[in-house]
Each structure stands twice: as C-alpha cells, then as structure tokens.
C-alpha cells in the first residue's frame, strides 16, 4: 500500500528534477562547480603529495647529514681516547662521545640517542650501553639493528612512529656502527622527531583545503552572476514573446549596448514591430471586411422590405391575374422570401466573424424544446414520410441555455435529417449528465463519405447540389449551428456512413462557462432498444460498436 | 372610426409601400421623413399609433420616440433593419412597446398593429387591487394613494394581465400571448424590457419590487395585495 512518505519523497525528487530541467542558470552553475571541486582537487591533491616529498626528503638530508657527522666525532673521540699505553676508559670516552654528539645534532624537534652494542663480540672489556631518558627502544627495529651491525660503513635510516604521551609523531632513526677500541663494535642509534615537519605539512594541507573550497565558492558564484547576466535578456525575451504569443502586441525588449544581447533585443524588436503591423493591418481588413457585409446586409433590408410587401399584395391577388401573371407573383413572393432567408444568414454569420454575439440566456427545458422543434418540422416530416421519434432518458430539468440559438440548431438539423432521410424513421435523443447536456439527431438515410463529412461544416457547402430541397436552406446553416454551440461553450459533432445515415450531436455545458466532457449520448447513439431502426445490411457494425461498450 | 397612423420613414419607397398596405386594410396614413418633421407631424395629427423606423437621418428613431413618450403614450411600433440585441433593447427601453424587423411581411405588420389598437379586454370588475396599487379598469387609471401613476396602454395592460389573475404566475410567452399577441415564439427581451419600465414607474423600489414580482425560471405574478 503506497504510504504517503515516499510520495512526497517522490514529489520532492520530481520538484528537483523539474528545477534541474528548467533552469538552465542551475545548471549551468552546478556544472560549472562540478569541474572546477574536480580540478581543484586534483590539483591541490598534487600539490600537497608534491610539497610532502619534499620537506620529507629535505630534513631527510639534514638528518642523514648531522647522523654522518656524528658518527665521524664519536667515532673520532673514540680513537683518541686511546692512550700512550694503550688502554682506554670506555666510560669516559663514552660520556664524551655522547656530549659531542648532542653538540653536533642540534635538529628542530630535538633528537635522542642510544649507544647500544652489537651482540655477540667477545672483547677485554666492554662499555654500558647508553640511552637517552625517555627513548623508548622499540622504535629501533632488529632488521636496521641488523643492517647496522653488518658495519659496512652506511648510514641506514628508517621512518618510525614515536609514541609520546598521547600521540604519535613521525620519527626517523639513523644508525651506525662504531668501533670502540679494545670493546669491539657498538651501534650508534640517533631517533630524530619529525613532528615539526608533519605540522607544517598539515598547515600546508589545511590551507590547501580552505583555498580549494574559496575557489569553488567564488568561481560559482562568478559563474552564477555571469550566467545571470547572459541569460537575463535570452529570459526576458523569452517572457515578451510569450506575451506577444497571447496578443500583447505592444510588448518589446529594452535595447541597451551593441553587444549581441543588444542585436537580439533589436532584431526581436523589429520581428515584434512587423508583426504588429501586419496582424493590425490584417485586422483592419477584416474589420472593413465583416463591417461591409454587415452594412450591405442591412442597406439591403429597407428596398427588400418594399419588395417583400410589393410581392405579398401582388401574391394575395394573385387569383384576379392570368395563369402566368399568378404565377410570376407565386414565383416572385418563394424566391423572396428565400432571399430573406440567405440575408438574415448571413447577417447572423456576420455577427459571428465580428464577434458581435451575445448569449441570451434562460432556464429552458430541452424535452419540451425538442417536443416543439419537432411539432415544427412534423408537417415536412409527413410529407416525405419520415416517422419522428424522441428517445429522451434524461434532460428534464431547467438547463441556462440561449434558447433560440438552441432552437434554430435544432431545426436545421431536422431539416437536414427530413431533407436527407429517405423517408426513413428520424430519432432525436436527448439525455444529459452531470456536466453536460446533449441533443443527437439520427436519420437513417442517405449518410455521407470521408470527403463530404470534411466538408460538412464549411460555409455555402451542399451534400449534392442537385437534391432538391425542401426546407430552403441557404448553405450556412450548419457553419452557424457550429457557432451556436461554440458560443455556449458547447460542441457540435457528426458521424455520418453512406448508406446507414448521418448523425448531428450537439453537446452544451449544463452550467454557462465550464468545460464538458464526455458527451452524455454516444455517437452514434445506442439504437433504441426494440431495434426496428437498425439498418438492415449493418450487423457487423453493431456487434463492433457493441462491443466497445 | 379609422385608425389614423404615422409612418415614419426616411426610405419613401417603403413608406409609400406600407401606405398601400395599411390602407388596403383600411387604416389612415400620414408619412414624415425625418425625426423633426416626425415630432411635429405627432403634434399636429394626434395619431392612434406611430410607425417608426430607427435609423432616421438628423434626430433619430430612439430620440425620437423617447420624446414622444414624454407626451404621450400612444403605441409605438418600431421598424428596424438591426435585429442586434442593443438596437432592440435600446428601442424598447426609449418606450416603444413592439418592433418588427425589416424585411417584414404585411401580415405581420398589420398584426401587430391590430393588437396595439384594439381596446383593452372587457373585465368584469371596475376595480383591482394590485399591491397597494389601486386599477381603475373602466378609467384605465392607476393610483397609489389617490395619487395617480401615468401608464401607457401597454404598461396598462401588463399590469391588468398579471392583476386580473393574481395568483397565477405568468411565463413570458404568456404574457407574449396576451400583451403583445403573439401566437408563436418571439423575442421574450420585450417583456423584460416592459416589465423593468413598468417596475421604474409603480414600484416604491424597483430593485426589490413589491407589485411585479419574479419568479426565477418561470416569469412573473402580481405582488399580494394589501389595503392601503
């Protein structure tokens, strides 16, 4: 079971993985701090092993050298220590060898010492061993013991760890053998203390380390404020083209400098100016365009109301004429008023291309608006035989509607389905549900082709010109039944076969202003349950659109 | 008696056109041409009603009407060639109490001017209470407080509709029917239009009215009526 952790976690990623992606300054800054901790690790690292060598080397020297040079005195004292007669006070001898010694190696961090003798000499007599205080003689190991004893005149050295009190320092002992007359060999062990070499070593590291991390700190910041400062006018620019992409036409860049920031600002500019002019300019156009088709509708209107009230009186004495003159006047009064039909069409189409409609808006009950469009087309339906059906499961409530928008959508689509129907059965479904309403209306005749149902929608666009219609439309029906349903917020839609009929769906938002969804009817509509409208030469088509229910 | 009618109309051909038309049906017309010569033509005729186009040149249609209305409440039909929503609703609210669309056919035309002239229905009371509004059927006077309330006949008649039935609620296209005549589906922005008119002149508050009450989704009904 998913906890709610590990989604917040997930989201919290998700947020990081969208910052990432969207700023390109993040990312140009987090590469950029990347590679330099690389390299200035690499290089510091260098540094540090480089700079280590040599101070090790460098005190490695000194000791060798001080270590040589004691040995030569001891050594010395020894021989002179000799008398006339042969004989030598080893203890003597020893005190001052060691006092010469400690004169001699005068090493920061001090040195101590150990005279120890080689193990194993049988001689006349032999001399203490001596040590300094505190030196603990674990440091020396049995192999430089070993190597020492061989006396063959080297220095042998070895890098130790002294203990002292509570940490350990880095050491070196150095040995060498001596030879003590009349007491045989004995090993000369100086141990040098190289604490000060590791203190300064850690120093250098420290330093290393903290100027490492400046660096980094200060060239992402640089980085940072550069990015910044490139980016800046790449985003603004951005912005003022989203702006100008929403019809902010009047939006340009600052042009500052003649850098190439500058050169974008300027050029976007001049792309912004010629756009301007070109959609004011084709706006303009329209605008004189629709305001000529709505003036020339409306010029016509006053001479066609004379016409239109000529022909009427003409039409109703039409009984006192001869059979042609009668006729010319019946002729004269239909082709009248189809052409009042086609204006107020266009007019209507008019005012949509210059969006000049507004809702008029009322509770209305779609059942009972349908139940009267279809009363209306009922003497049409009749006279072609097409038997009218309502199949309404739902829509009996008050809807806030446009009801004469409504109403004319309806009735050009009865009209339609009576004109192209063949006489069959017409079925209008109305159903609705929580967000949406909708009104399908199904004939069962002629149906359309791919082609025609592209084209179905267009404007002045006819089925096939040569039909003979009966509700005289004027080929702008469908285009402004688009826009009625569009100015509700609502969609109009076709499915149409050859041969199984068409179907016209309007769908409305039940509430003005929110968005539909699913329309409630399906398209085509479920055919009513006792079948008799099914499309006899259909039944692979039905067991498929069964099937996807 | 014949009904005498002012047509006006800038278009000459039409108004000749609607002459022939009314005078078929056996009214008396009187033609002006232009707003100016509408007002004095008013004056000096005393028309049973005025046929008035919009778009007048100099003084126009809406001006034109609102002066009238400031005289009189003679039945004002309108002639339009913008069936838009503003020039309509700016035509009803100046005081016209219908309108007909150009191109217009003569039925229609006389319909509604038929309606407009014909008396108001016989009624068997003489008296109504409306609110606390007091309708002198008979007199077709109004009263609150004896003071009297100047209405024109078609507010008269709306008021008398929703008043001789006081507990029915009244759709538009009731009120349509029997206001304005209307057999078949019309333009229901004339009740409003009416309804808001009528409320500015009876109502102590037209924002919160007490005589012309609405019923949301349905339409209206007259307010209960008290005794003053």
Redesign the interface.
Known sequence: MPAPVPYGWRSTVGRLRHVWRTSLQLRTVAITVLFTTVGVTLISGYMSISIATNLYDARKQQVLAEARQATASAQQLFDSSVTQTGTIDVEAANQAAQLAISNVTASPGGSQLAILRTPGQVTQQTMTARLSMGLDLSVISEELRDQVAADDGVLYSQAVSIPDEERIDPGLVVGSALEVPTAGQYELYLVYNVRDVQETLDFVQQTLVIGSLLLIGTIGLVTYFVVRLAIGPVRLAAETAERLADGQLDQRIPERGEDVIATLARSFNRMADSLQRQITQLADLSRVQQRFVSDVS?EL??????????G??LYDQRDQFTPTTARTAELLHTQ?ERF?VM?ADL?EMS?YDAG?V?L?V??TNLVRLVE?SLEGIRPLADERSSELRLVAPGGYF?ADVDA?RV?RVLQNLLGNAVDHGEGKPIVVHVDSDADAIAIAVRDYGLGMDEAQLERVFDRFWRADPSRQRTTGGTGLGLAIATEDAQVHGGQLDVWSRPGEGTCFRLTLPRRRGEAIGRSPIDLPPAEPLDGALQPDDAPGDRAAREGER | MTARILVVDDDTALAEMIGIVLGAEGFETHFSYDGEAALDAFAELKPDLVLLDLMLPGLDGIAVCARIRETSGTPIIMLTAKSDASDVVDGLESGADDYVVKPFNPKELVARIRTRLRPTPDSSVETLRIGDLLINVTGHEVTRDAQQISLTPLEFDLLLALALKPNQVFTREMLLEQVWGYHYKADTRLVNVHVQRLRAKVELDPDNPAIVMTVRGVGYRAGASTSP
């Open positions: 409306h209107r006053t001479p066609l109301t004379t016409i239109r009230l000529a009427d009186v009248v009042e204006l007019l005012r000049a507004e008029d009322e509770p009267e008050e004469r109403r």
